[in-house]
């Protein structure tokens, strides 16, 4: 996982994307960076230097503290949440729901089972159908390269428009 991360902070678009980090930790999550951080050294830095004591895993509570940062955030909003999902935080759930809703970001799920519920697999999955997001079971490192790469390549392809043409008639303006 650790090289994963690695490869996803070293290919950070710094012309076009700006990264924050958020560890899971217990009551609040931790922000790894000071700020959304563009260069891809400072990504690398903080993913090496985190100590790895977080010891939470309430999907909730870190899903609506990214959510909610994002929600000022100009541009395409993405979360890349890896969990277990065997989370204590249900009660948060109407909040992150809401969160959801009015910021609207594309959720990249990389679930790492630790006690195979069903409830948790479907919670990841809610959470990536939320804005065409993706879901997926990461069970090695090649699985978050690859997740990473899907996302990377979802977030950064043109983006799809709609036109809406209506046509209608209006009695011409005189002298």
Avoid at 132 to 149: K, L, R, S
């Amino acid at each position: 996982k650790d090289r994963a991360l690695a490869e996803f902070a070293r290919v950070v678009d710094g012309e076009r994307e700006a990264v924050q980090l958020l560890a899971y930790n217990s009551p609040t999550p931790d922000w790894l960076l000071p700020i959304w951080s563009s260069d891809p050294l400072r990504v690398q830095q903080a993913i090496q230097e985190y100590d790895r004591s977080g010891d939470s895993s309430n999907t909730e509570a870190a899903l609506l503290t990214a959510v909610k940062a994002l929600g000022s955030r100009e541009g395409t909003k993405a979360v890349l949440l890896i969990t277990d999902a065997e989370s204590d935080g249900a009660n948060l759930a109407p909040e992150l729901w809401r969160a959801m809703e009015e910021v609207r970001p594309r959720v990249f799920t990389f679930e790492i089972s630790s006690g195979g519920s069903d409830y948790s697999q479907d919670m990841m999955q809610d959470y990536a159908a939320v804005n065409g997001g993706w879901y997926d079971m990461a069970d090695g490192v090649g699985d978050f390269d690859a997740g990473f790469e899907r996302a990377s390549c979802m977030l950064r392809r043109p983006k799809g428009y709609e036109v809406e043409v209506t046509v209608g008639s209006v009695t011409t303006p005189g002298p």
